[in-house]
């Protein structure tokens, strides 16, 4: 009798997907375990295993699909012992993030204020309130909005608008619920703003042409259009000195070489980045607002952003503090092939506390990086510049590293910021020092 084989779980925070390749068709003999589609998720592309062995009776998924946890994908006669594929159905509904919702919003209101954002059709009543929720907020200017002190600090420590909020209380009274559905509704658009105008129509002025845009690039612009307004970011610039560390890395270069490595001035900053990450431990931690708390992580995975075909992509070089620099420049190397041929699995993308983006192969003088939240800081890496600087007697040519570190300021503090990129700084400026240190 054909059983169905449905898509398993893909990952944390990855809830859907779009197919981009399917590799079987119907009528092929398939093998446990047996790659059957490619999904584009919003990290990485991913290959999907049969759970069951068979004959392929009908494939329900073609590429462009847009599938999630439980889609129904094959249909399969077994001729073998099925293994997880009954199991999957269970699993199907997915009902995990509904379900998470009260758990984020535990006021006793929040249930009637969390349907607002996903609209049911089975409770019309919150979508007028909330379409009529900007028609108020003029008779709101002028006059004292009606929320606690707490309620308002909350709302300053997420950067939201009292006077955009819909308050569900008595005459509009605002609770802590009513700020974070506000927060999650501008969230859950592709930027992080709410609703955006419609474009104009701009046939009107010449041929134009259109394209899907690809999950990697939809994830990214939903990423960070949420981190741009909602962590005050400052940048502070710096130079570096690396004269000395070039000529090292001309002589030890073909030992990276023969290990399969590069010996990139990236690899070189993931160790001393990890220096610093131990030396300044803000720089390796989150804030937690909601429950108040900085979170400190012991561990120092670095993520490298990486310049693909499809897009940016942010892989991560776990354990960097245990490493040497050549072993990390094979593990770099390795990653950022994964990444330009789209064989990053999920794994390879989580778990960074700290990220590090080079454009110094493109060019540049400087740039401002994003900060990649939850993280709290990113470096960026421009092109080395040959500069005259004093040596004391004479001015003589020095090969000059600029660098800027974006960081989150709710956090750390512009001398904080100051001491750490400085001293980023000083240990490649001084190789010898990254002995003395690790």
Not at 49 to 69: F, I, L, R
Not at 154 to 182: C, F, N
Not at 258 to 272: D, E, P
Request: a negative charge; hydrophobic letters at 40%.
């Amino acid at each position: 009798m054909p059983s169905e084989f449905r898509l398993p779980k893909l990952a944390e925070g990855d809830a859907t997907g779009s197919v981009a390749k399917v590799l079987v068709q119907a009528g092929d003999t398939l093998a446990l375990d047996q790659s059957v589609l490619e999904i584009e998720t919003d990290k990485a592309v991913v290959e999907v295993p049969a759970t069951v062995a068979g004959t392929v009776e009908a494939v329900h998924v073609k590429a462009g699909d847009e599938v999630s946890e439980g889609t129904l994908v094959l249909t399969v006669t077994e001729s073998g012992v099925a293994t997880a594929a009954p199991a999957e159905p269970a699993a199907a509904p997915a009902p995990s993030a509904p379900a998470a919702q009260p758990a984020e919003v535990p006021e006793p209101e929040a249930p009637a204020v969390a349907e607002a954002p996903p609209a049911p059709v089975p409770a019309p009543e919150p979508t007028p309130e909330r379409v009529q929720a900007p028609a108020s907020l003029p008779r709101r200017e002028g006059s004292r909005i009606p929320a606690a002190p707490s309620v308002r600090r909350l709302a300053r420590e997420l950067g939201v608008d009292l006077a955009q909020v819909h308050g569900s209380g008595p005459a509009g009274r605002i609770s802590r619920s009513d700020v974070k559905t506000h927060v999650r509704t501008r969230q859950a658009s592709p930027t992080g703003f709410g609703a955006l105008p419609a474009l104009p129509d701009f046939s009107r002025f010449g041929p134009v042409r259109r394209e899907p845009v690809s999950a990697v690039r939809r994830a990214t612009a939903q990423h960070l259009g949420q981190s741009w307004p909602n962590v005050p970011q400052v940048t502070q610039f710096d130079a570096a000195d690396v004269t000395e560390l070039e000529r090292l890395r001309r002589l030890h270069g073909p030992a990276a070489e023969a290990r399969g490595g590069k010996l990139t001035v990236t690899a070189v900053l993931l160790k001393v980045v990890a220096i610093a990450l131990r030396k300044f431990p803000q720089f390796c931690a989150s804030l937690d607002l909601q429950q108040g708390e900085i979170v400190y992580k012991d561990y120092m995975h670095i993520g490298v952003a990486v310049d693909t075909p499809r897009g940016l992509l942010v892989p991560v070089v776990r354990d960097v503090e245990q490493q040497s620099i050549l072993d990390l420049s094979v593990a770099l190397n390795a990653l950022a092939e994964k990444a330009r041929s789209a064989k990053l699995s999920l794994d390879d993308m989580q778990g960074g506390c700290f990220s590090i983006s080079n454009l110094g192969g493109i060019g540049g003088t400087g740039f401002t990086p994003i900060v990649n939240s939850p993280e709290v800081a990113i470096l960026g890496v421009s092109r080395t510049q040959v500069e005259a600087r004093w040596d004391g007697s004479a001015f003589a040519p020095r090969q000059v590293l600029p660098l800027s570190l974006s960081y989150d300021h709710r956090l750390i503090d512009g001398a904080d910021a100051a001491r750490f990129l400085r001293y980023v700084c000083e240990v490649v400026e001084s190789p010898f020092l990254l002995a003395l240190e690790v």
